[in-house]
């Protein structure tokens, strides 16, 4: 099945220091039940769905379409790395072809867009950075892997970096489902404290789905700029350490000790 770095299960990486995901947090905290069955036990899901799997390949050939951009190659020759992508992943998981198909469609459409729109520069792609985890163990972090580090050479805001996010979505995004991204402003903290001078961020938004007619450009792609505070980047990184040190308080027990002090939210969405 795909898998994209931030859904792995808990890294330990080579140094023993433990990185509790964002992921991992927001597992834990809609179902303490479905956290340890995923993190704990490292079960795997029955199947992948038709949105994730969509999400998982695009966010692949954006990767490499961006990649080849910062490398001085064309949007041209950046469209042919990601669809040698999109090929590549399709031969490990031939019966998901529709999804492949999907992606393949999106991806010739946005190229060309994007070529037209992105009035930046682009400085990382899929990289990681870490930030320690107050009162967790001295190599305990919190990772994440950004889509893109921007910097933009045009319009108002000209000069200054941006966080951007893919997001492939059924339809767009509304305000308040952007107000409830909890994700990017932690992106942004942590960012932050690495140095990195990044004051904005942007939901690039791919629509995944199929009007009976033909779509226009505008209604497959969008960005949307996120109204990020310093307060709601402080309080929500302060809640994933807050979820993290008590991750690792159930990781400290046995596996029998940590399935008996769970509890579990029952209801169709979760448990299915």
């Known amino acids: 099945m795909l898998n994209r770095y ?15 995901s964002n992921s991992e947090v927001s597992a ?3 179902c303490e039940r479905r956290h340890f069955y995923q993190y704990r036990l490292r079960l795997q899901s029955r199947g992948m769905s038709r949105s994730l799997g969509i999400g998982i390949v695009f ?4 990767a490499a379409l961006y990649d080849a951009v910062r490398n001085g190659e064309t949007y041209e020759q950046g469209l ?11 031969l490990d998981d031939i019966q998901n072809i529709e999804i492949y198909s999907r992606v393949a469609e999106l991806f010739e459409r946005y190229v060309p ?15 990681a950075y870490y930030m320690p985890i107050p009162d ?10 950004i889509d893109l580090l921007v910097q933009y050479t045009s319009g108002k805001y000209e000069g200054q970096i941006a966080l951007m996010d893919h997001k492939t979505t059924y339809d767009f995004w509304s305000e308040d489902a952007l107000y409830l991204n909890a994700q990017i ?29 033909p779509m226009t450009d505008d209604e497959l792609f969008k960005r949307s700029p996120m109204h990020i505070e310093r307060g709601e980047i402080r ?20 596996v029998e000790e940590h399935e008996g002090s769970i509890l579990r939210a029952m209801d169709r969405f979760t448990c299915e």
């Open 235 to 254: 309080n929500l990184l302060r809640e994933q350490f807050i979820a993290s040190e008590r991750i690792q308080r159930l990781n400290s027990l046995t």
């Open 59 to 62: 966010h692949e050939a954006a």
């Open 185 to 213: 402003p932690k992106y942004m903290g942590v960012l932050q404290f690495n140095g990195v001078a990044v004051r904005r961020a942007v939901i690039n938004q791919i629509r995944t789905r199929k009007n009976k007619g």
């Open 113 to 127: 867009w994007a070529e037209k729109n992105d009035n930046f520069i682009v400085h990382d792609v899929e990289r």
């Open 136 to 145: 967790g163990g001295p190599k305990d972090v919190y990772p994440m892997r």
């Open 6 to 20: 931030h859904d792995e299960p808990r890294i330990r990486s080579a140094d023993d220091s433990v990185k509790i």
């Open 28 to 30: 834990f905290l809609k």
């Open 80 to 90: 042919a790395r990601g669809n040698t992508v999109i090929q590549e992943l399709l």
